[in-house]
């Protein structure tokens, strides 16, 4: 049943004369007035129309009940019924949102239909609508989730920075004490000292800053360098990879592209996808080795990320950027300190494909994986060297 809101005695009265064959299927609620209280009742009541009187309409065009129209055409399908309205007013309404103009002349059977239409639409947009907040709200739930996911894989290269440096720190403190019992500390030896401690406090320091700066979110697009920003993460994931045993090459033949988007959310990308194959890696027992290519055509920067690490089954490739959908084993995340919780892989296409307006994928190569990812150039100048 059809629930229509009625502004105005005479928008009920004639409304109910022309519909009295289908008064079986909608209900009427009439509003007297039109004013400030007309806007409590649209957000309070579950209405599928609203039905103007022409009279009704024209009553309410000075300013002041401006606000009062257009909150009555953006909540719920609006009306105007009644006589035949001149072009003038009738282009008003139409920029003012009114959903359509319905002569008070017209066959009940039409306007029946008419109305009947319109609810049908205003329902389906409603829960498309519904179902759209719902999606965001799923999808920002995912964007959280796997930022704390990110946050993982990079505290575990925090620590892997940090243990050098710490051990230096150590040794050199030790060093100092026992010089100091021996009798033989200097103003030299201690200058020395100060500057290899201070040394690597600064390491420890930027390897905070690089942290910080790779989690934080991106607010807006800005231009980047291509090459910096791939440089950054494997620099950062550099110590944790060597301690595995796996090398990183960088075919940096092509450099001085620059790219306009999201550098941040970019690099998380590429943390995820060099840490998968660093499990896959890790997990065939293999020596590692992960290489990357950048390459451009006319239009787009090409980047590639191959590993050795046996690469997929190929039955599983087409899920393979689908939500929560893993291949890795609870053994395989203790091993190498990975999430394994499914997320990153499909916020990477995500980022990539749908805020930045490029193209992820992923097949099996030679000897592991080949993960694809093309970014438009979007007219920026490539500097071959």
């Known amino acids: 049943m059809k629930s ?20 079986q299927e909608f209900t009427l609620h009439c509003q007297k007035s039109v004013n400030g209280e007309i806007l409590q009742i649209h957000h309070d009541e579950p209405f599928d129309i609203a039905i103007l009187h022409t009279e009704q309409w024209t009553a309410i065009t000075d ?12 909540h719920i399908p609006t009306v ?28 009940g059977q039409e306007v029946y239909a008419r109305l009947v239409n319109l609810a049908r639409r205003h329902k389906k947009t409603k829960t498309h609508t519904e179902e759209l907040a719902t999606d965001r709200e799923q999808l920002e739930l995912l964007y959280q989730h796997n930022r704390v996911v990110a946050m993982g894989e990079m505290l575990s290269a925090v620590a892997h920075h940090w243990r ?51 989690l934080k979110p991106d ?24 301690e595995l045993g796996i090398r990183t090459v960088l075919d940096d033949s092509t450099s001085g592209i620059h790219l306009h988007g999201y550098q941040r959310d970019f690099q998380q990308v590429l943390l995820a996808i060099i840490a998968n194959s ?71 296409k995500i980022v990539i494909e749908r805020k930045m307006g490029g193209k992820i994928t992923m097949e099996n190569g030679d000897d592991g994986c080949l993960t694809t990812i093309k970014l438009p150039l979007r007219g920026k100048q490539v500097r071959e060297e």
């Open 80 to 107: 105007i019924f009644g006589a035949t309205m001149s072009s003038q007013d009738r282009i008003a309404a139409w920029n003012a949102g009114i959903s359509d103009i319905i002569s008070n002349s017209a066959p």
């Open 4 to 23: 229509i809101l009625c502004i105005g005695d005479r928008a009920e009265n004639e409304l109910r004369v022309k519909l009295k064959e289908y008064c």
């Open 164 to 214: 050098q440096p710490l051990s230096v720190i150590s040794l050199m403190v030790e060093s100092l004490r026992m010089d100091h019992d021996d009798g033989v500390i200097s103003s030299e030896a201690i200058a020395h000292y100060t500057h290899e401690i201070t040394s690597e406090l600064k390491r420890l320091s930027q390897t905070i800053d690089t942290f910080r700066n790779i």
């Open 278 to 348: 660093r499990d896959s890696i890790v997990a065939n027992k293999v020596r590692g080795i992960i290489t990357i290519t950048i390459e451009h055509d006319s239009d787009d920067a090409i980047l590639g990320i191959a590993d050795n690490g046996g690469g997929m089954d190929p039955h599983l490739l087409p899920r393979i950027f689908d939500p929560y959908f893993t291949t890795k084993h609870r053994q395989d995340v203790r091993e190498t300190g990975g999430g394994g919780a499914g997320t990153d892989l499909y916020i990477a």
């Open 63 to 74: 300013d002041s009940a401006c606000s009062i129209r257009e909150d009555i055409c953006s």
């Open 219 to 242: 607010s807006y697009a800005e231009p980047f360098d291509l090459e910096d920003a791939i440089k950054g993460v494997l620099i950062f994931m550099w110590p944790q990879l060597k």
